[in-house]
């Protein structure tokens, strides 16, 4: 069975540019997490999807964040403007019914 | 909020030692996972825990679920260079946000 897929797996951009990452879950999966991993900070919840309705979206660090859920394979997390202290790895993660979490292998950011 | 604090921070052992990590929690979790992480790949799930004092192995792995509900360990026996990465615990309460801890450093030397 594919596990939770994430693209691209490496971002390089400029200060200022927008980036966009993907994922899409589990299939049947009703449940969507976007953390991100930094040395610092370790895990950070940005965003939790159930039934692609975003229920917390308390982790996103500012309006330069966004993401969405159109449909229930398929989600976007979005920098717009990027800055170098977006720089981190941002995962992915689905489950059914908000038990186990399965994680998606990652997309690091670098934002120069 | 939720504060988890795992330790140790990190471990050197030497192959075909038993290993021992544990995470606790400032509040009663109801779920208790723990991850493995490998450098540049994502978490992946090991053991996860719904019950009080829940005792449950997969292979070498073992963890359990506090009495309490305040805390969980993970044990490794007979560790073998590929355990080599970062084990992180993460606790769920009522709802379903998951805490995570900051991560043990798992480093075995053949």
């Given at each position: 069975d594919a596990g939770v897929i994430q693209s691209p797996r490496h971002e390089v951009t400029e200060m200022g540019q927008e980036v966009t990452l993907r994922c899409k879950p589990i299939s049947g999966h009703n449940s969507l997490f976007w953390y991100r991993q930094t040395m610092m900070r370790g895990l950070e919840l940005l965003i939790y999807f159930n039934n692609n309705v975003p229920?917390?979206?308390?982790?996103?660090?500012?309006?330069?964040f966004s993401a969405k859920m159109p449909n229930a394979s398929f989600s976007t997390l979005k920098i717009?403007?990027?800055?170098?202290?977006?720089?981190a790895v941002y995962f992915c993660a689905s489950s059914l019914g908000g038990r186990e979490l399965f994680f998606g292998e990652g997309s690091r950011l670098t934002v120069l | 909020g939720q504060q988890l604090n795992q330790s140790p921070q990190s471990m050197f052992i030497q192959e075909g030692e038993d290993v021992s990590m544990n995470c606790t929690s400032s509040s009663i979790f109801n779920t208790w996972l723990w991850y493995k992480q490998d450098p540049g790949e994502g978490p992946v799930l090991l053991i996860a825990l719904y019950k009080a004092g829940e005792l449950t192995s997969n292979g070498r792995l073992t963890a359990q679920f506090g009495i309490t509900r305040k805390d969980s360990f993970l044990n490794i026996s007979?560790?073998?260079?590929?355990?080599?990465g970062i084990y992180f615990c993460a606790g769920r309460g009522s709802n379903y946000k998951l805490t995570f801890g900051k991560g043990t450093l798992l480093t075995v030397n053949p």
């Open positions: 229920i917390d979206d308390s982790g996103m660090p500012e309006d330069r717009q403007p990027s800055e170098p202290r977006d720089s | 007979a560790s073998i260079p590929s355990d080599v």
